[in-house]
């Protein structure tokens, strides 16, 4: 597969190598990568919940806070394990 990276990319990439963000433009690209694949994930989770809320399948705030925080912790879980690798 080729893939083309336009000039105004390139240039928000190499940026972001310079300030010290990132090692290089691999590392950017794929934080870029992961981000979208959270995001996709997310909207997957919300659109669960407004068809549930449509369906009528409810369920009480403690429980819903409960998993919700289980949620943000293994978010952060993954993203401290991501920032472990090379």
């Known amino acids: 597969m080729s893939t083309v990276i336009r000039q ?3 240039v928000r990439i190499e940026q972001l190598v310079r300030q010290g ?6 590392a950017v690209i794929d934080d870029a990568l992961s981000l979208a694949e959270r995001q996709a994930r ?12 449509n369906a009528g399948r409810v369920i009480d705030c403690k ?3 409960g998993d919700a925080r289980r949620a ?15």
């Open 42 to 53: 997310f909207m997957a989770l919300v659109q669960e919940g407004i068809d549930d809320l």
């Open 21 to 26: 963000a990132y090692p290089d433009e691999a």
């Open 8 to 10: 105004d990319q390139q």
């Open 72 to 86: 943000i912790a293994e978010i952060a879980m993954e993203k401290a394990a991501g920032q472990a690798t090379p």
């Open 63 to 65: 429980t819903a806070f």
